[in-house]
């Protein structure tokens, strides 16, 4: 059982707890209290395994592929979490004994995850035990564990603890045998290396025990299997006397940044000389830093405050934030945020267009460094994006919808669920024809230099990816000679229950806006900067791209309003077909349509999975070119009509809608949608989260606060703020970044207080009244 209300005093909202072990529903808390810091993610299994668990830990980036029927996948490394405890000779496990009582929670202030359990044997002794685990903020290779161990009646404790290579991802073993090896009966070594990406990994644990704060030595066997090296250890714990372990482990890898050797020898040599470092600070001094860390770059640079009448939502949006910052690499670029972070398989560690569309406008706006990072990570992508276009026939970057490593090209996995009629496995089709991913990448690129002024950023690696994109659109459109337009015909949109659409709305939109700003783009650029123009001239061929767009921008078919205002998701949709989607909208789970109906039926269907042509009104809007389209009737037309027919079985849905809600004043069908959004990963349905948490719905949580509630949010490089507080909601408070500066934003229900932090003149428009301003100025709205 999920508890959401567990921390008291300073630890009021900051806890998500877990308050009767489950071992059926081990999944979700694995899932949803996982420790990471973007170079790492662990799954927070429990010390002693479950036949259920998942036990898992990834590190970014380090892709591999098991052979040429399967796809890149993030590689389930070595193990260092497990570890099994023997109670005078009987094994310690929840159900062998009994449980007087038991907690597992994850404090979110400190990204420590703590587990008490007060067990007795059968031989009725009590044992309390209190485990506590982090993933270092501050040395981003650190992972430790301290187990404090307390009885009733004196106890021979034998334990088991080591490196474990025989994790697998669902089966597959991503691993070479390397070596094992002891250092100094203490420094446990195990070398993995990747059967096809050619990556070496090291690892190290070390173990330490203290009686009160005297150190010994327990009795020690060494152990070494296949893929495994072990530590056996013997002690005695008396009674009232407790003892106290700390097992300190570290992962390094032959891709790291911050390693200078390229051998495995000067991998091994120097990652082992730091972790000696690391290991003699003990787990105190190493919780310290990676808490200091998490207050100060964190908690306090973010500064989201909120003070509502549901705690709820103040844990909702911390919840986000810690997720974020836990799976978003920051310390090499050549790495993304994938679908599920760092918190389960699902997804094989892929990132798709959840980056740019839902979590990216968050960095944006809070860490533009780490936006920029993310947008480098998609420059380094233009390998792949062109080779894909090259092997579809295509010019340009056409970018995979799910991105591994950058020179990887499309990761798609090909065949996944099963139909329900045929019994066959269903063709994935969104690697081959869900492509609006080029123009969400290109449409981040134009936002984030909106947003920062980062003007060289988009000199160096922006306006390469927008005229490459733009390319890859023009060679993509479609003549249709009978009604003389360009057209774009079979693909997927964001509502992938629909496939095989012709001019789905959303794409052609996104690929008109694209090919804009392409073509605005090299206008400024022969303005402003003649030399640079000139070497992409020659680099990137603009000329020629020039008189593509000049040719085909104007006949490109944008789907207009029917005479109801309604945009048509594409060519058929309003012509199928409605199913009374009530009972599945009641449901917990999601795809259970799927139960009833395969694919090609729903296809026939006025049926949409996730926010699409919804998605497209509030993407455009923030662009210069639709200030005036884009009407308040436009989306309440849209919304009235799509969202009665949309099953949300996505988790990229529901923030989209509750931020249409937001603009359209419907405070309580906004605040409604939020609190789902909020429970996809926090809510009390135990299996939503198994193969980890939804990144884009956390990313949306924290949209929904500042493009929604605070409705701050850009119209071109205006900066537009419009609060929309939910009734139960008194205060919101935030810095933003804006044009390279800090902007402190407070609201309560009637006034709204914006500071530019390094007192430049900022000009920003609350309500429809334009405002230049260089202080912190009041405004009532
Ligand atoms: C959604 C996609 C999304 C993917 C990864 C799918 O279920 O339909 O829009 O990109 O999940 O989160």
Known sequence: ??????????????????????????????????????????????????????????????????????????????????????????????????????????????????????????????????????????????????????????????????????????????????????????????????????????????????????????????????????????????????????????????????????????????????????????????????????????????????????????????????????????????????????????????????????????????????????????????????????????????????????????????????????????????????????????FAVHQFLNATGQQDFIDKFGYEIIFETAKFWLSRLEWNKADGRYEINDVVGPDEYTEHADNNAFTNYMAHLNIMIARDGMEKLQRENQELYEELNERLKLSKLRNEITKKIDKIYLPEPNEDGVIPQDDKYLTYDNLDLSVYKQSEAVGILFDDYNLDQVNKMQVTKQADVVLLLLLLEQTRYYQEEITAQLKQVNMDYYEPRTTHDSSLSLSTHAIIASDLKDVDAAYNFFKRASEIDLGPYMHSSDEGIHAASIGGIMQMVLFGFAGVRLKGNLLTINPNLPDKWKYLEFTIYYQGQPINIEMDKELLTVKPINQEQISIKVNEKNYKIDNATTIKY
């Open 1 to 442: 059982m999920m508890k959401y209300n567990y921390g008291t005093d300073q630890n009021k909202n900051w806890i998500i707890a877990e308050n009767k072990f489950s071992p059926d529903t081990l999944a979700k808390v694995e899932s949803i209290m996982y420790l990471g810091n973007g170079y790492m993610g662990v799954r927070s299994a429990t010390e002693e395994a479950y036949i259920d668990e998942d036990r898992m830990t990834v590190i970014n980036g380090t892709f591999n592929r098991f052979n040429n029927t399967e796809v890149t996948e993030l590689p389930n490394i070595a193990d260092v979490t497990n570890i099994e405890f023997y109670i005078d000779n009987e094994r310690f496990t929840i159900g062998n004994g009994s449980t007087n009582s038991f907690v597992r929670y994850l404090n979110l202030r400190t990204a420590e995850l703590i587990r008490k359990i007060s067990f007795v044997t059968s031989t009725k002794k009590m044992v309390e035990f209190e485990f506590r685990r982090f993933v270092s903020l501050d040395n981003l290779h650190v992972i430790a564990t301290k187990v404090e161990i307390q009885t009733d009646e004196n106890v021979i404790i034998k334990m088991k603890s080591g490196i474990d290579g025989q994790q697998t991802n669902n089966g597959v073993q991503h691993f070479d045998e390397g070596e094992k090896r002891v250092f100094d009966q203490k420094y446990l070594e195990l070398c993995q290396h990747t059967t096809e990406s050619d990556i070496d990994i090291v690892i190290h644990s070390a173990h330490k025990f203290y009686k009160c704060t005297q150190e010994f030595t327990p009795n020690l066997k060494m152990e070494i299997k296949r893929r495994q090296i072990f530590m056996n250890y013997r002690f005695e714990v008396e009674k009232d006397n407790p003892i106290h372990l700390e097992k300190i482990s570290s992962f390094h890898t032959s891709i790291d940044s911050d390693i200078s050797g390229d051998s495995l020898v000067g991998l091994k040599t120097e990652s082992l000389s730091r972790f000696k470092e690391i290991e003699s600070l003990g787990y105190d001094t190493l919780f310290m830093a990676h808490k200091n860390k998490w207050l100060k770059d964190v908690w306090n640079r973010y500064n989201v405050q909120l003070e509502s009448e549901e705690d709820f939502d103040v844990l909702a949006i911390r919840f986000a934030l810690y997720h974020l910052i836990a799976m978003t690499p920051r310390h090499d670029d050549r790495m993304g945020v994938a679908a599920k972070g760092l918190s389960g398989q699902g997804y094989k560690g892929h990132s798709f267009w959840d980056t740019e569309v839902f979590i990216l406008p968050f960095f944006t706006f809070f860490a533009p460094e780490i936006a920029r990072s993310l947008l480098m990570y998609r420059y380094h992508g233009l390998r792949g994006a062109r080779q894909k276009a090259i092997d579809n026939n295509y010019q340009g970057a056409m970018y995979p919808w799910e991105m591994a490593r950058p020179e990887d090209g499309e990761t798609t996995p090909v065949w996944g669920a099963v139909d329900i009629i045929t019994g066959e496995q269903t063709k994935i089709w969104s690697g081959f024809i869900e492509q609006h991913i080029s123009s969400d990448i290109a």
